[in-house]
């Protein structure tokens, strides 16, 4: 409030007037000079270094030129060290104009506390001045808080992490006394008398200081709460990333006596390694686990919090008893998408962060197989009754369909991908999760013709399986990569391809688990775009899910000892004989001159000439248990005017580099929910966006122009979006005409 009340009183004064001398002998008040010079007026300062009679005159003698000649028509302010009877050519300044007279800056200030708060001032001078300087920029309720000793002069929540961030900086440009107080705190609060240190030092010791607190668990309530605030900080993350980089726990430092919220890897790291040592004792790995559990269940968000400890929970909790309970192959498929798929992806996640890590993995992976095999039991005991449901899926869907209908069909999407994806999109769209079973063998040829023709046809060319689909259900199909997709967008009937989950999983194996999370999103924010583009539905199906091998020894892999000619491939044989094999299932499935194909009853690889990692063709859960998600809005598009483009008609003959966008609203300016939109146009060429414009506010039966440019490009697909939802409201072609522009001749 400091600012606020002296830009107040000098306003009054110009108000009328266009000069003020400011009276400060004490030179106390020379903490506004910024505050006034920054707010635009004029300061001409006198110099407290003139000390002769004759100088002094001079000097407001030139002072007062100055003001005449470069500033006649503008509101001068003459700051003055000295006393007002002493001024000379300044004094007529001081009754024809105005003075203010800070000769006892305590006072003016207590004139204004007492006339804002009506309560009497109880500070020393001292400190009423420190706080002056400290109520620049502050409320005055913040001035009522220090009155009535609610609160400290200097706030370690609100001042201690810019510090921390930028020490020097923090200091600069701050009066002594301030920086003085503000030290003293600090000292105080890591428990040390105050000395002469540079800030980069004591911001060092305070972090110091907070990191041990923190590791010992004996953290005071007041830094716990700035520690909270520094972890929610965009701002100063960084800056609390790089004290951690050169902080080191303490030899001997207790691992399980820390405070559940920290921020050190290091003891994570630690904590996870005496785990995985002792992973066969079930019993003290979950006592060590429960240890953990307010960390875990902590609702602090924490980005310290490695997210690998939910998934060895799961891994170390996940109970198969309810696996006892099923009866049929439905009732397995049951279980593996209501609860253990969920697994899979938590072992995926710990093969991301620790594969290279084999002391730390191998336990966990092999708790992760024996509940695996629990599953793998009894789907196999009842693999008799399979029967996929994934010939000609895609014909009769869109045989069926109505227009408005989007399919991905993706490649090698896991049902535990597909259900993250879900997860992610669950608050904005609703999702119904069907599921299918992958036709056998499990591997992309087999499966995409499965989907696209039926007849159980292999078509090894996708653009076959394209023609195939569009010709057997009688649809106008489009067919584009994901990728692809943007707003503007036609096309009744759309299918979408995207096949980078299987690609890299084949191309890198295991090296590609690190991208499948990426993956992730870019299937998610495209079914966001085509809901919001303004399709009924979306699905999202597959070929076939995947296994990782995780940590492979030779002795793990089957022995493909089939007779007669065969086929060897990881998951799966193709033989021209029936085989004998107890341990193997078979499927009559004739192909290129074989008649079988054998799965066997596990998920480790056949051995043969594949790289080993990440694999599909046989018969697992993993492989065969797919998606078959349907996502559509939960309810209507957002309320709002309708906003349209009104010269569509001339926008597909443009002559020139230059066309202009004509958008037009309607709606009523009476209904609140829509009188306004805010809007903002976006421009496509070849799938790719070129530009967009700043998001415009249309109001009722408003009109906006905008003007764009070609900018080497022939044709443009034009977008509004509403700038909120990012729903797509109105499209159109803007094409570029091929006759020569002769400047309106023709």
């Known amino acids: ?287 060590r686990l429960g240890k953990l559990s307010p960390r875990l269940n902590s609702r602090k968000i924490n980005r310290y919090i490695p997210t690998w400890w ?53 336990p966990i992976q092999e708790r992760y197989e024996q509940l695996n095999n629990a599953l793998l039991d009894k789907w196999f005991e009842y693999y008799q009754d399979y029967q996929s449901d994934q010939q000609a899926y895609l014909v009769d869907l869109f045989s069926k369909a109505k227009p408005g209908i989007a399919v991905i069909v993706g490649d090698g999407v896991r049902y535990e991908i597909a259900a993250q994806i879900a997860h992610s999109l669950s608050k904005d769209f609703k999702v119904v999760k069907n599921t299918m079973l992958a036709d056998m063998p499990s591997e992309t040829e087999h499966n995409m013709s499965a989907l696209y023709s039926g007849d159980n046809e292999v078509i090894p060319k996708h653009k076959d399986r394209e023609k195939q689909l569009s010709s057997k259900s009688g649809k106008e199909i489009t067919y584009l990569n994901l990728e692809a997709v943007e707003y503007g967008q036609k096309g009744d009937f759309l299918v979408l391809t995207y096949k980078d989950i299987d690609s890299a999983g084949e191309k890198l194996q295991q090296g590609a688990i690190k991208l499948f999370n990426e993956f992730e999103k870019v299937i998610a924010e495209k079914i966001k775009l085509l809901l919001n583009i303004g399709y009924r539905e979306v699905h999202l199906v597959t070929d076939h899910g995947f296994v990782l091998t995780g940590l492979l020894d030779e002795s793990d892999k089957v022995e493909p000892d089939a007779t007669g000619n065969k086929e060897v491939h990881e998951r799966f044989l193709r033989t021209y004989d029936k085989q004998s094999n107890q341990n193997w299932m078979v499927f009559e499935r004739p192909y290129e001159g074989y008649s079988y194909v054998y799965a066997a009853k596990t998920h480790r690889p056949f051995k043969s000439k594949g790289v080993y990692g990440f694999s599909h063709g046989g018969f697992t859960p993993q492989e065969i248990v797919i998606p078959n998600f349907v996502f559509t809005k939960e309810q209507a598009s957002i309320a709002g005017l309708q906003v349209q483009i009104s010269n569509k008609k001339e926008l597909q003959e443009i002559t020139g580099e230059l066309f202009g966008l004509k958008m037009k609203s309607s709606g009523s300016a009476g209904d609140i929910f829509a009188s306004t939109r805010k809007i903002q146009v976006l421009l496509y060429s070849a799938q790719k966006q070129i530009g967009s414009s700043n998001i415009l506010t249309m109001h009722a039966e408003s009109e906006e122009s905008l003007e764009f440019s070609f900018s080497g490009h022939t044709e443009i697909s034009a977008v509004i979006v509403d700038a909120d939802s990012q729903e797509q409201l109105d499209s159109t072609i803007v094409k570029k005409s091929s006759a020569r522009d002769l400047g309106g001749l023709l």
Not at 95 to 124: C, I, Y
Not at 155 to 166: R, T, V
Not at 333 to 349: A, E, M, P, Q
Request: charged share 25%; glycine share 4%.
């Open 1 to 287: 409030m400091t600012d606020k009340w002296i830009l107040q009183n000098i306003e009054q004064v110009l108000a009328n007037r266009n000069r003020l001398v400011l009276i400060d002998p004490s030179e106390q008040s020379q903490y506004l000079l910024p505050v006034i010079e920054n707010h635009g007026f004029t300061v001409l300062k006198t110099d407290a270094e003139v000390t002769t009679e004759a100088d002094k005159v001079k000097e407001e003698l030139m002072m007062r030129y100055q003001a005449e000649s470069e500033f006649a028509d503008a509101p001068v302010i003459f700051y003055v060290t000295r006393p007002k009877e002493e001024l000379t050519f300044l004094f007529d300044y001081c009754a024809t104009h105005g003075n203010m007279d800070l000769t006892s800056p305590t006072e003016w200030l207590k004139r204004k506390l007492f006339n804002q708060t009506g309560q009497q001032v109880a500070l020393d001078n001292s400190m009423l001045l420190t706080a002056a300087k400290l109520g620049i920029g502050k409320e005055l309720t913040w001035w009522t808080k220090i009155l009535q000793n609610l609160e400290d002069l200097v706030s370690l929540e609100e001042e201690l992490i810019p510090f921390l961030a930028e020490p020097e900086a923090y200091f600069k440009g701050k009066e002594h006394d301030v920086k003085r107080l503000f030290e003293e705190k600090l000292f105080e609060l890591i428990g040390q008398p105050h000395r002469k240190v540079p800030a980069k030092t004591l911001a060092s010791e305070v972090v110091t200081f907070l990191f041990k607190c923190l590791a010992n668990n004996e953290i005071s309530s007041e830094l716990l709460t700035v520690y909270y605030k520094w972890l929610d900080s965009q701002t100063h993350a960084g800056a609390l990333d790089s004290y951690l980089s050169k902080f080191q726990i303490e030899p001997g430092q207790s691992i399980w006596n820390v405070h559940p919220d920290h921020c050190f890897v290091q003891i994570d790291q630690l904590q996870l390694k005496e785990i995985s040592d002792n992973f066969r004792d079930i019993n003290f790995v979950k006592e």
């Open 310 to 362: 939910s998934d060895l929970q799961l891994v170390v909790d996940f109970d198969t008893a309810p696996l006892s309970s099923c009866r049929s192959l439905t009732d397995v498929v049951g279980f593996y998408t209501g609860s253990f798929h969920k697994l899979d992806r938590s072992i995926r996640n710990l093969y991301e962060a620790f594969l290279s890590e084999k002391e730390i993995i191998r």
